[in-house]
């Protein structure tokens, strides 16, 4: 278990924060959808959090360090697509990878990031999602409903391209929420 995390954490750092425009995907075909690990590990204020506590609704996972570029241009976005959904069931939580705890500690408090972060510090979680997880820092991976992988997106992301991608699956979570506007 700790060469795969070695070698993931060997190449984020060669990659990391490599460009700041973010390589988009169209939303997986749900029969094509693969399931997210089970995650449960601490988060950056020390509490126990796991991916199955995050019911009902869409989850957004975006994978930062306090030390890349990107992660500090995208914080905002990520910041305002979980206040404007957060609401409407979309979970937020971050994955905060090879940094040290003060750092991001700061990172989050400065950027007024209202949402938890995991804390992990050897990318063993970032290990977990192996071919559907994180190649370079800034990563988002957003799940359907049922835990599945829906979209990955690398480098920076913007609201207007995580709300198209969290639009859809709001829906696919809801289908009378479209139905209501």
């Known amino acids: 278990m700790r060469l795969p995390a070695l070698v993931l954490a060997c190449a984020l750092l060669l990659a990391a924060c490599g460009s700041g425009e973010a390589s988009s995907f169209a939303l997986i075909d749900p029969a094509e959808r693969e399931p997210a690990p089970d995650v449960r590990a601490e988060t950056l204020e020390g509490e126990e959090l796991g991916l199955a506590d995050l019911d009902g609704g869409p989850v957004l996972i975006n994978f930062w360090a306090s030390w890349c570029g990107p992660c500090i241009e995208e914080?905002?976005?990520?910041?305002?697509?979980?206040?404007?959904?957060?609401d409407e069931g979309l979970h937020v939580v971050g994955v905060n990878v090879r940094d040290r705890t003060s750092n991001a500690r700061r990172f989050e408090r400065e950027l007024g990031i209202p949402y938890p972060s995991w804390t992990d510090p050897a990318a063993e979680i970032a290990a977990r999602f192996g071919g559907i997880g994180p190649a370079a820092l800034p990563s988002t991976l957003i799940l359907d409903a049922e835990h599945r992988v829906a979209v990955r997106l690398f480098g920076a992301v913007t609201f207007a391209e995580l709300q198209g991608y969290v639009e859809p699956l709001l829906d696919e979570a809801d289908p009378d929420r479209g139905a209501a506007s």
């Open 75 to 86: 914080a905002p976005a990520l910041r305002n697509i979980h206040d404007a959904y957060a």
